[in-house]
């Protein structure tokens, strides 16, 4: 039984990051910064998306220092030139069902600005899913005129709230953003359960800095209330908190 826990305990954590475009911009920098990251601590560290230029990322990509799969970019990312949320929902849940159905098991997944892979990886996987909101995506669209236009985002919209609800943990930039996190989305506001699935969801806990560089080579001390939170023995505790990044209460206001 010891050798057997203490095989468990040296097994290399394996890590996904899923993101819809990795382009050059903050929310790519940052889940590149993350993965780097966690490559630095020792980790297996993927990038998975259905989008990505290698003469149009940044240099750490384009130098290969982190693993990149590309996937359901078969699907386009318009339909005559509309539709772009939906085909980009699209596109995300078809480079998920690759990863879940050809690549081996995942200790944590992270994902962020579409949620809509979540509730597949929570029924698919044992994996702990972490989602990343920058901010809310139905505050994007502020074109609203028609009733079809209503009707297709009263659609999206409802599957970010919900498929969002079903993450084990999820993480906004400040409390500026964790303030318009709740007033967009009841469902997390209230703490009710998911339509989606029986758990309740998930607080959404400031994260700021997103990266701070300076504790990539600190030694880990477990954080208060992670292992209940997420249900994680301690080195599950550990992968998690290596992905946070020690986050701070004295988060930006605006």
Not at 147 to 153: H, N
Request: proline share 5%.
């Amino acid at each position: 039984y010891q050798r057997r826990v203490h095989g468990i305990n040296q097994m290399k954590q394996r890590v996904a990051l899923i993101h819809p475009y990795l382009g050059i911009g903050g929310a790519e920098q940052l889940m590149l910064n993350l993965a780097l990251a966690l490559q630095k601590k020792g980790y297996d560290v993927c990038m998975y998306t259905p989008r990505f230029d290698p003469n149009h990322c940044f240099q750490e990509l384009k130098d290969r220092k982190v693993r990149v799969e590309v996937h359901g970019n078969w699907f386009p990312r318009t339909i005559f030139n509309k539709l772009i949320a939906f085909c980009a929902y699209v596109r995300m849940l078809l480079c998920t069902l690759f990863l879940i159905i050809f690549r081996s098991r995942f200790h944590l997944i992270i994902l962020d600005q579409v949620p809509l892979p979540i509730p597949f990886l929570r029924l698919f996987t044992r994996a702990k899913i972490l989602f990343y909101c920058h901010y809310p995506d139905k505050l994007l669209c502020v074109e609203r005129k028609s009733w079809i236009k209503k009707a297709y985002r009263y659609f999206l919209d409802s599957i970010e709230e919900h498929t969002m609800a079903m993450s084990h943990a999820i993480v906004v930039n400040s409390k500026f953003t964790q303030r318009v996190f709740y007033n967009s989305f009841a469902t997390m506001a209230k703490g009710k359960r998911s339509c989606c699935c029986c758990c309740r969801a998930p607080k959404a806990t400031v994260l700021y800095p997103a990266i701070e560089l300076s504790a990539f080579d600190a030694p880990f001390q477990p954080k208060e209330g992670v292992e209940s939170v997420l249900n994680l023995d301690i080195e599950q505790a550990k992968l998690f908190n290596d992905c946070l990044l020690y986050p701070s209460d004295a988060a930006d206001e605006g």
